[in-house]
């Protein structure tokens, strides 16, 4: 895989290098602001790149804009964007935000995640091959923060739990495994869910995920 890093910190930055080239990852770029990786990616669109939010010179949100152009501009590069904490807009806006097709190979992950090596992997392949990937921790925010909405209410314990996972980005198969139920079973909570959050016409599996995510950061 062809991956560009973007964080100010040089120590993460030459870190990630590092563990990605262990890995057999091909780095063509490592940068420390968002003006520069925008145009290192539009030199040689990565199969992903991963970015930190809050980058010079504000260090408030140029990460964030930056993953928003990249979508828009390169549709076929994932984006994972890493944060210091749970910034629910930024991970909303990053689901909302994105062009091509919204939500896709996308993810958002917290930078104590990176520690946890196969999931910091795991994600990144998962958003270079064009699907989701959210920190377990943001999802639960999300899901925490609209509890109060008449729809997520009806949703049963079991639902909320394959809810959690299907924004994380997992698929059928390892929600099923993780949850130690069938496959099918997986499926009909799927259904169940959509019914209830009223999205049983959104079509796609990925588009799915980004109706609830969408839905649930509204």
């Known amino acids: 895989m062809r991956v560009m890093l973007a964080d100010d910190s040089t120590l993460l930055r030459e870190g990630l290098v590092r563990l990605l080239a262990d890995e057999g990852h091909e780095i063509t770029a490592a940068v420390g602001d968002a003006d520069a990786l925008l145009a ?16 010079p010179p504000t260090h408030t949100d140029e990460g964030l804009r ?6 828009r501009r390169w549709p076929g590069t ?10 629910r807009r930024y991970a909303t806006e990053l ?12 993810g958002y ?10 999931e910091f992997l795991d ?13 377990p921790e943001v999802v639960r925010r999300l899901l925490a923060h609209s509890s109060h909405t008449d ?15 299907m924004a994380q980005g997992h698929t059928n198969a390892a929600i099923a495994e993780q949850l130690h139920i069938s496959r099918s079973a997986v499926e009909k909570h799927i259904n169940a869910i959509f019914e209830k959050l009223r999205l049983t016409g ?17």
């Open 40 to 55: 290192a990616v539009a030199e040689d669109p990565p199969d992903a790149v991963v970015v930190d939010v809050r980058m």
């Open 151 to 165: 729809p997520l209410r009806r949703l049963t314990e079991r639902e909320h739990e394959v809810l959690a996972r």
């Open 66 to 71: 930056a993953a928003l152009e990249i979508r």
């Open 202 to 218: 959104t079509t796609g599996y990925s588009r799915r995920i980004l109706a609830v995510l969408h839905y649930l950061g509204s």
């Open 95 to 106: 689901l909302t935000g994105s062009g091509g097709d919204s939500g896709e190979g996308v």
């Open 78 to 87: 994932g984006v994972l964007v890493l944060s210091q904490y749970v910034e």
């Open 123 to 135: 994600a990144l392949d998962r958003v270079a091959s064009g699907r989701t990937a959210f920190d």
């Open 109 to 118: 992950l917290l930078k104590d995640r990176v520690v946890q090596i196969d």
